[in-house]
C-alpha cells in the first residue's frame, strides 16, 4: 500500500485545529473522581504458576470504572526484591490480556510489568480476555468503538481510559515497585490509551505511544475504513442524521487533547503507510504535545516511511527500550 496521507514534510508541520468541548475537562475529573471513590485501586494480587523461571507473574484484580473489577498481569523478574519502575502497558483493539507468558520485553529488560485487561474486548484475536463491561447497553455498533457514540457518558473508551488511569494507581500500590517512575505503553488502540493515560496523570514519569489510535479522529474518518475507525463508519452509514452528536461524543476521548495536557517525556512510533491508523494523527498529537503544560522538551518521534500499522516493530521496540532506560534511570 503506497503512503497515502500527508506529504512527510507536511506531517512534520501537522498541527490542526480541533474542536475541544468546552467542559473536556471537568468531564474527566468528574469521571476520575467517581471512579476513586469506589474505594483504593488495588483489589487484590493473586500469585500464580506462569511456567517460567526467570519471571513471577501475579494475577491482579483492580477497581477501575465505577469501581468494576479490571484483570491484569503484573510481572516481576524472578528473586529482585528491590523496588523497580514500572511499565503499564495497554493491549490493541480487540485484545485482552491472554496468558501471562505472553508479554515479556519489559520485565525481561528489568521493569515491573502490569499488562491490563481490555474491558469488553479480548474476542477478536490474541488469547481472549477476562473483564467483561456490564455497562456496554448505549446504542451503537456491535464493536466496542461504537458503543455508546450518542453520549460521551455511554461510551466505550470512557470507561477504558478511566480503567487506565486506575491501572497507574493500582500498579503504585504493587510490592517492588517505585510509584515514582511509572510508564505507560501502548500500541495501536494502547497507544491511544497511552496518551490518554499521560493527559491525566500529572505524574507520570514517561510515556510510549506507537501508531496510536483517537487521534485526530475527524481527518481518520474520512481518509480510512478501515477496522477500528471503520465500525464508526459503519454505524454513521446506517444513522445517517448522528454525525454532530458522534463527532462531540467521540471529542472527550480525542488524543489529541490529552497529548496537549500531557507533561510527561515521550516517545513516540509511526509507519507512514499506516492506512489503520493514519499518521497524520500521530503527528499531530506530537507536535501539540504538552503544548498546555509548558512545552516538553523531551519527546521523540520515529517514522517508518515503508511500513504500514505494524511500524518499526522488533527495530523500533530496541529503540524504545534505549530510550526509557534513558528517561527512567534504570
Same mark, same amino acid.
Given at each position: 500500500?503506497?503512503?497515502?496521507?500527508?506529504?512527510?514534510?507536511?506531517?512534520?508541520?501537522?498541527?490542526?485545529?480541533?474542536?475541544?468541548?468546552?467542559?473536556?475537562?471537568?468531564?474527566?475529573?468528574?469521571?476520575?473522581?467517581?471512579?476513586?471513590?469506589?474505594?483504593?485501586?488495588?483489589?487484590?494480587?493473586?500469585?500464580?504458576?506462569?511456567?517460567?523461571?526467570?519471571?513471577?507473574?501475579?494475577?491482579?484484580?483492580?477497581?477501575?470504572?465505577?469501581?468494576?473489577?479490571?484483570?491484569?498481569?503484573?510481572?516481576?523478574?524472578?528473586?529482585?526484591?528491590?523496588?523497580?519502575?514500572?511499565?503499564?502497558?495497554?493491549?490493541?483493539?480487540?485484545?485482552?490480556?491472554?496468558?501471562?507468558?505472553?508479554?515479556?520485553?519489559?520485565?525481561?529488560?528489568?521493569?515491573?510489568?502490569?499488562?491490563?485487561?481490555?474491558?469488553?474486548?479480548?474476542?477478536?484475536?490474541?488469547?481472549?480476555?477476562?473483564?467483561?463491561?456490564?455497562?456496554?447497553?448505549?446504542?451503537?455498533?456491535?464493536?466496542?468503538?461504537?458503543?455508546?457514540?450518542?453520549?460521551?457518558?455511554?461510551?466505550?473508551?470512557?470507561?477504558?481510559?478511566?480503567?487506565?488511569?486506575?491501572?497507574?494507581?493500582?500498579?503504585?500500590?504493587?510490592?517492588?515497585?517505585?510509584?515514582?517512575?511509572?510508564?505507560?505503553?501502548? $500500541?495501536?488502540?494502547? @497507544? &491511544?490509551? =497511552?496518551?490518554? #493515560?499521560?493527559?491525566?496523570?500529572?505524574? *507520570?514519569? /514517561? %510515556? +510510549?505511544?506507537?501508531?496510536?489510535?483517537?487521534?485526530?479522529?475527524?481527518?481518520?474518518?474520512?481518509?480510512?475504513?478501515?477496522?477500528?475507525?471503520?465500525?464508526?463508519?459503519?454505524?454513521?452509514?446506517?444513522?445517517?442524521?448522528?454525525?454532530?452528536?458522534?463527532?462531540?461524543?467521540?471529542?472527550?476521548?480525542?488524543?489529541?487533547?490529552?497529548?496537549?495536557?500531557?507533561?510527561?517525556?515521550?516517545?513516540?512510533?509511526?509507519?507512514?503507510?499506516?492506512?489503520?491508523?493514519?499518521?497524520?494523527?500521530?503527528?499531530?498529537?506530537?507536535?501539540?504535545?504538552?503544548?498546555?503544560?509548558?512545552?516538553?522538551?523531551?519527546?521523540?518521534?520515529?517514522?517508518?516511511?515503508? $511500513?504500514?500499522?505494524? @511500524? &518499526?516493530? =522488533?527495530?523500533? #521496540?530496541?529503540?524504545?527500550?534505549?530510550? *526509557?532506560? /534513558? %528517561? +527512567?534511570?534504570?
Amino acid at each position: 500500500m503506497p503512503a497515502f496521507d500527508l506529504p512527510p514534510a507536511d506531517l512534520e508541520r501537522h498541527r490542526p485545529d480541533i474542536t475541544e468541548p468546552a467542559d473536556f475537562d471537568a468531564f474527566w475529573k468528574r469521571t476520575l473522581g467517581e471512579a476513586a471513590g469506589a474505594g483504593d485501586a488495588l483489589v487484590s494480587a493473586e500469585p500464580v504458576d506462569n511456567g517460567l523461571r526467570l519471571t513471577e507473574t501475579w494475577d491482579v484484580t483492580f477497581r477501575g470504572f465505577a469501581g468494576d473489577p479490571v484483570r491484569g498481569w503484573f510481572s516481576r523478574p524472578a528473586g529482585v526484591r528491590e523496588p523497580l519502575p514500572a511499565v503499564v502497558e495497554f493491549a490493541g483493539y480487540g485484545r485482552g490480556r491472554g496468558l501471562p507468558h505472553e508479554r515479556l520485553t519489559w520485565v525481561n529488560a528489568g521493569y515491573a510489568h502490569l499488562l491490563m485487561d481490555n474491558r469488553g474486548q479480548g474476542d477478536q484475536y490474541g488469547c481472549g480476555g477476562d473483564t467483561p463491561d456490564p455497562h456496554a447497553v448505549a446504542p451503537g455498533g456491535p464493536g466496542p468503538v461504537a458503543r455508546g457514540l450518542l453520549d460521551p457518558h455511554d461510551l466505550h473508551h470512557r470507561r477504558l481510559i478511566t480503567d487506565a488511569v486506575r491501572a497507574v494507581d493500582a500498579v503504585r500500590a504493587l510490592p517492588g515497585v517505585d510509584p515514582s517512575r511509572v510508564a505507560a505503553v501502548g $500500541n495501536s488502540q494502547g @497507544g &491511544g490509551v =497511552a496518551l490518554a #493515560v499521560a493527559g491525566l496523570v500529572p505524574d *507520570l514519569a /514517561a %510515556v +510510549l505511544a506507537t501508531a496510536p489510535f483517537l487521534c485526530g479522529i475527524r481527518r481518520a474518518l474520512d481518509l480510512t475504513d478501515a477496522s477500528p475507525y471503520g465500525e464508526i463508519t459503519a454505524y454513521l452509514a446506517v444513522h445517517r442524521g448522528a454525525e454532530e452528536a458522534v463527532h462531540r461524543t467521540l471529542s472527550y476521548v480525542e488524543g489529541i487533547s490529552f497529548a496537549r495536557r500531557a507533561q510527561a517525556p515521550a516517545h513516540f512510533g509511526v509507519g507512514l503507510r499506516d492506512t489503520v491508523c493514519p499518521p497524520s494523527g500521530a503527528y499531530a498529537a506530537f507536535n501539540r504535545y504538552a503544548e498546555l503544560t509548558g512545552g516538553q522538551e523531551e519527546k521523540v518521534l520515529h517514522a517508518y516511511p515503508f $511500513n504500514g500499522h505494524e @511500524g &518499526g516493530d =522488533a527495530v523500533h #521496540v530496541r529503540r524504545q527500550l534505549g530510550w *526509557l532506560r /534513558a %528517561v +527512567l534511570g534504570a
